[in-house]
């Protein structure tokens, strides 16, 4: 489950970083969420790759058949905190198409 | 020590929240009362910054705050000493000048102005406060948030496209800084600074190679917060597309990266076998700052991409210099960042006030008004209030301020900061019987060609803003605009008369920041509130 997860995250971040260098808005922010999804489950990863372990401790349990909880809340922080700075940045694109009249990141055509 | 003074700890935090969350019930045509509100906030900020800082030079202040009362490494705390009382206090000292500066006219120029500015405080507050990693990237993040706002605050295509980069770099740079922070945790287990620092000695082979990766990764997002070479490219665009007060509070947030770089380097990477870590870099990529930053400065046409390159100067030097990782050349460069960060900041305003008289499309604009007789230049001077007697004088005066300061020359604090880093570097005792190596004679020769080309370059814009202008118009400048840039080049000029002081802390800063110790212990060993012997009347919150 791990090469699946490693590679998983490879393949997203390789996407991500090829669309976030392209000149067009909307590559980068489908970059940037590309990213943002393959650093979530990096996050994930760190507490280590479990399968069916609650993250809670309870009276007699074995602590090695636990998860580690820490990684989940910083995952659902970092979710929260990417979307809403990701739709940030779909508005100010948004903005940007309609004052300059391209959706280049420069807004402004490169000259042929 | 009494409960009220702990709880003091989290007020530069709730101070701006709740003011900027209650000025959003606020229609945007209640101006005075949202700017009531803001001033408030801002003066309240400045007052528990200003005591928080005399607590922790006082030396007996337990810094510590629990939050939610959990203990030391499961929760997250809040710290105050030397270091981040200083921070606090010069971002709510700037915070001040940037806001009356904005009542003036531009805080009306687009919506929710009060509120971004006070979440703004808000993260940066924070972010000098907080003493756990991942809570720094919350508040980064709402620090960053607000800046994307503020940025934009007066709209126009350049600013949107400048906040377009300014907001993809940072989005990408968050990302890097959830990659490290998780690295971090992945091989230390604790994202808690003071736990991380006790544990890292403990760490063997490849975690331990984990955790400098991770570490390494997060030091690459505060070089881009704080603008080094090659990661820079984005800052002269975004600071001078912004508004004037919006770039003078800007000024501030280049040296968040500064602090965390400071903290965690002399904290967690000062002692043991990952000590020094990154500081080449820091050294290098410093002094390629500071040539890339003076070149950008020569090459300046307009004032606002040469305050901008100013920035990197500042930047530049203060990376660089604490790559030297020399205790009294670091408390050079603390009284460096106070000076250059009040000196840059007003700056910033001040080239607003200069280049109103000056811009081609603004008097276009003021002469088809005049021609026309729109209604609403009357209206608006009516309001307004005020405008400064003799203000060429004045502006002209604050120019010349600002370009001694810039350059570090006599008699202002720019040149007391120059000297204190340069007397660390080759003027002391204990470098005198040893050769000085190459890099600190690079150092030495960048610092004073970067202030010879600050010189060149205020001068011919001096010149031709002041002498050679041929229009002979007069920008028509109001009292609430000139004060607070005259107020900040007067804080400059006070801490020229308090060197000696102010010098003192500063060095007494480097040394608590040298002895990761107490620091350590004092957030290890955090009392909690009503749990140990009674501590006093704050035991709300108590298990």
């Known amino acids: 489950m791990e090469l699946v997860l490693a590679i998983g995250i490879g393949i997203m971040t390789g996407s991500g970083v090829w669309l976030i260098l392209r000149p067009r808005t909307y590559q980068v922010i489908i970059g940037l969420s590309l990213l943002s999804y393959a650093v979530n489950l990096f996050i994930f990863g760190v507490g280590g790759v479990k399968s069916n372990a609650a993250p809670l401790l309870g009276e007699g349990v074995d602590v090695s058949t636990l998860t580690d909880p820490v990684p989940q809340a910083l995952v659902l922080t970092a979710i929260v905190i990417g979307f809403a700075t990701t739709a940030l940045f779909l508005v100010v694109l948004l903005a940007a198409r309609g004052l300059t009249g391209t959706d280049h990141v420069d807004g402004r055509e490169q000259p042929k | ?543």
Request: proline share 3%; aromatic share 8%.
């Open chain 2, 1 to 543: 020590m009494s409960g009220w003074q702990q709880h003091l700890i989290i007020a530069p935090i709730v101070i701006p929240l709740v003011a900027g969350a209650l000025l959003l019930f606020f229609d945007e045509r209640q101006r005075v009362v949202k700017a009531m509100i803001s001033v408030v906030s801002s003066l309240a900020l400045a007052a528990v910054a200003i005591n928080l800082f005399r607590l922790a030079n006082g030396g007996d202040f337990e810094g510590v705050y629990l939050l939610g009362n959990w203990p030391a490494p499961f929760g997250i705390v809040l710290v105050v000493d030397r270091l981040s009382a200083l921070m606090l206090v010069l971002a709510s000292i700037l915070a001040i000048p940037a806001l009356v500066f904005a009542l003036a006219r531009w805080h009306a120029a687009g919506a929710h102005f009060h509120s971004l500015f006070q979440f703004l405080l808000m993260g940066l507050n924070g972010a000098f406060l907080t003493g756990d990693l991942f809570n720094l990237f919350v508040f980064f993040e709402v620090m960053l948030a607000a800046s994307y706002g503020l940025l934009m605050h007066g709209s126009g295509p350049m600013r949107v496209k400048a906040g377009l980069h300014y907001i993809a770099v940072n989005l990408a740079a968050a990302l890097c800084f959830l990659i490290g922070v998780s690295a971090i945790y992945g091989s230390a287990g604790t994202l808690n600074m003071a736990d991380l620092a006790v544990r890292i000695g403990e760490i063997e082979g490849e975690r331990r190679m984990l955790l400098e990766a991770g570490a390494a990764i997060l030091g690459v997002v505060f070089l881009i917060k704080a603008g080094m070479w090659p990661l820079n490219f984005w800052l002269p665009g975004a600071y001078s597309a912004a508004v004037a007060p919006v770039a003078g509070i800007f000024a501030i947030m280049s040296k968040v990266g500064i602090y965390v770089i400071l903290r965690l380097s002399l904290l967690v990477f000062g002692q043991g076998d990952s000590a020094g870590l990154g500081l080449n870099v820091l050294l290098y990529g410093g002094m390629a700052t500071i040539a890339f930053g003076t070149i950008g400065v020569l090459a300046s046409q307009a004032l606002g991409r040469l305050a901008s390159y100013s920035v990197l100067v500042s930047s530049g030097t203060l990376l660089a210099v604490l790559g030297l990782s020399n205790g009294e050349v670091t408390a050079g460069a603390l009284f460096y960042m106070v000076s250059s960060t009040l000196t840059i900041g007003a700056f910033f305003m001040l080239i607003e006030l200069v280049e109103r008289g000056q811009d081609a499309g603004a008097s276009v604009l003021a002469v088809t008004m005049e021609a026309y007789g729109d209604a609403d230049e009357e209206e608006q001077e009516v309001e307004i209030g005020v405008t400064m007697p003799g203000t060429i004088a004045v502006l002209g005066t604050c120019f010349a301020a600002c370009g001694i300061l810039l350059s570090g020359l006599p008699p202002l604090s720019g040149f007391v900061a120059k000297f204190a880093m340069l007397t660390g570097m080759i003027g002391t005792e204990a470098v005198a019987d040893q050769p000085i190596p190459a890099s600190v004679w690079w150092i030495v020769a960048l610092l004073i060609l970067s202030g010879l080309a600050a010189l060149i370059s205020m001068t011919r814009a001096g010149i031709r803003t002041f002498w050679a202008s041929m229009e002979g118009t007069v920008p028509r400048v109001l009292v609430m605009e000139m004060a607070p840039v005259m107020l900040l080049i007067a804080l400059t000029l006070m801490l020229t008369i308090k060197a000696g002081p102010a010098m003192h802390y500063m060095e007494e800063t480097v040394r608590n920041l040298q002895q990761p110790g107490t620091y350590i212990d004092a957030v290890i060993n955090a009392r909690r509130a009503g749990v140990a012997e009674a501590s006093g009347p704050d035991g709300g919150g108590g298990i």
